[in-house]
């Protein structure tokens, strides 16, 4: 997308909306969708689509619609709005420590879809085998193991044997997943990939030792999807595809007019200096930026925001260039989508000719636990 189509857009539905506000090109979004997919089936990979980008049971739909195998989510409120809306299989690829009501929410939750969640430590293990008491066999367990990112996850030689204290335990070890999150920088992401790629066969290895079958071998992130093509991989897990931003079209793994999301602003105030003043700032866009790289990218004044304050976005204006009005709308690209779509209860959907064509809800908008 060119700069134009977004303030192309921007000036269209303006008077609709109140800004700050995501507006979401659902025909970019659905291209996405479409894309990702056909990623998959071309490599033999199922594809079941990250929901923290969205958060929104009517893209989880899409996705679905699509052919994705079933949602990933982040936290069992995501899990639990995801399946009440009739999602009928979902992983929570989350290292979840599953007491008090946490534990009476998941065994309730295997009750409504087909559920597996991720497990690192024999503490987790014996946590969710004391949660779902009888039901164990209900439950998936996939382990997680650490390729570099140095999050979390066991090393993959250990995968093996915790899996076999998994199914000694009564629940269903299905397999192993692992997130590449050390490929989010220039120039890392194909690395990142090869050191997942290694990680999953040795995890591989370490569960055929134990004689423990494996049917879900999961990876991937929107950065590295490109790249996981390895025969071992059965699944991928990216979730920023949907929408794409800036930080994606910074790492190479999207193009400017793949992104699908944008926030609209107003210019509030301008008082002479090098920058004005958007009605965006940490609440809407999150702390998503560097002082050097900006916080939000402005595509239409070929600049940054500079700083951000919490409700005051400070656009730097290129010396020479054209100076807003107070009260001109102003599209921001944002640098990382994810947490500018939870500051808001709905996203503005608009189709290819920039009409407004329905608004919908952030389901799982701030849904922490
Ligand atoms: C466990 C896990 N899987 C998948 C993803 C999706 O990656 P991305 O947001 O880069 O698409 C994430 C992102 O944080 C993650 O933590």
């Known amino acids: 997308m060119s700069a134009d189509r977004f303030s192309t857009v921007l000036g269209a539905i303006a ?3 109140s800004t700050p506000a995501p507006v979401v090109l659902i025909d970019v979004v659905r291209d996405n969708i479409a894309r990702m997919q056909a990623f998959a089936d071309a490599h033999g990979k199922q594809l079941r689509p990250h929901v923290k980008t969205h958060k929104s049971v ?3 739909r899409l996705q679905l619609d699509a052919g994705a195998v079933g949602l ?5 409120s995501e899990a639990e709005i995801f399946a009440a809306d009739g999602c009928p299989d979902i992983f929570l690829a989350y290292p979840i420590w599953a007491v008090g009501s946490k534990a009476e929410r998941l065994r309730a939750l295997t009750e409504r879809t087909t559920l597996s969640v991720g497990v690192e430590s024999t503490a987790a293990v014996d946590a969710l085998v004391d949660a779902m008491g009888d039901a164990a066999a209900r439950l998936g367990v996939v382990v997680e193991v650490d390729c570099g990112a140095g999050r979390s996850g066991v090393a993959p030689p250990d995968a093996g044997a915790l899996a ?3 199914a000694a335990r009564g629940l269903r070890p299905l397999g192993i997943f692992t997130y590449p999150g050390h490929g989010g920088t220039v120039g890392a992401r194909e690395g990142a990939a090869a050191d ?3 990680a999953l066969r040795t995890a591989v290895a370490s569960f055929v030792a134990e004689g423990i079958p494996v049917s879900v071998v999961s990876a991937g992130s929107t950065p590295t999807a490109e790249f996981c093509t390895d025969p071992v991989i059965t699944e991928i897990r990216p979730g920023e595809y949907v929408f794409n931003d800036h930080d994606n079209v910074r790492l190479g793994d999207c193009l400017p007019e793949q992104i699908g999301l944008f926030v609209a602003t107003t210019v509030v ?3 002479g200096h090098a920058h004005v003043i958007v009605d965006a700032g940490t609440k809407a866009l999150a702390r998503e930026g560097t002082p050097d790289r900006g916080f939000g990218n402005v595509p239409s004044f070929d600049g940054v925001l500079a700083k951000l304050n919490e409700y005051h976005g400070f656009l730097a204006l290129p010396p020479g260039g054209r100076r ?3 009260g001109e709308p102003v599209p921001i690209v944002p640098n990382h989508v994810c947490p500018v779509v939870n500051s808001f209860e709905e996203l503005i959907i608009v189709d290819r000719a920039g009409a407004i064509v329905d608004r919908w809800p952030v389901d799982a908008q701030g849904q922490l636990n």
């Open 15 to 17: 008077p609709g909306i």
């Open 196 to 198: 997942q790629t290694r």
């Open 324 to 326: 807003p009005e107070v």
């Open 269 to 271: 105030s301008d008082q």
């Open 164 to 166: 076999a204290h998994a």
């Open 58 to 60: 009517r893209l989880g």
């Open 72 to 76: 990933t989510a982040g936290n069992l």
